[in-house]
């Protein structure tokens, strides 16, 4: 919480933060419910998006985090999925789940897959 009070008072226009994946590799459910029940305070909160994961772990966004964030954030909230994302199917797939924003170090290989971009 200290470095997102910190980056607004410095100017920041944009906080990006994740659920804490400790708790679910522990097990500490409990925890972990808490951080879910977060995707409505972050609609209460007025925030823009939300971010499945940083996308620096081996696993990356998965279909079932961008569905299960559908069912918990506002409308006005949109969803990015980040990590993991290796195809161009995969990507269609999250958004079509509710994703608006994709993080991806593969979208030139992505892109390089499809024809002329299916049309995006």
Same mark, same amino acid.
């Given at each position: ?38 995707? @409505?305070?972050?609609?209460?909160? *007025? +925030?823009?998006?939300?971010? /499945? &994961? ?7 966004? =998965? ?28 990507? @269609?797939?999250?958004?079509?789940? *509710? +994703?608006?924003?994709?993080? /991806? &170090? ?7 897959? =499809? ?6």
């Amino acid at each position: 919480m200290f470095e997102t009070k910190n980056a607004i008072a410095n100017g920041s226009s944009e906080i990006d933060m994740v659920i804490n994946i400790g708790f679910l590799k522990d097990g500490r459910y409990e925890e972990v419910e808490e951080e879910i029940k977060a995707c @409505e305070i972050v609609t209460n909160a *007025g +925030a823009e998006f939300i971010k /499945t &994961s940083t996308g620096f772990s081996t696993a990356g966004a =998965t279909f079932d985090d961008v569905a299960l964030m559908k069912e918990h954030v506002g409308e006005n909230v949109k969803i990015k999925a980040a990590g993991g994302i290796s195809s161009f199917d995969d990507a @269609e797939k999250f958004i079509s789940l *509710g +994703a608006s924003r994709l993080g /991806t &170090s593969r979208l030139i290989k992505i892109m390089k897959n =499809t024809d002329n971009g299916a049309g995006y």
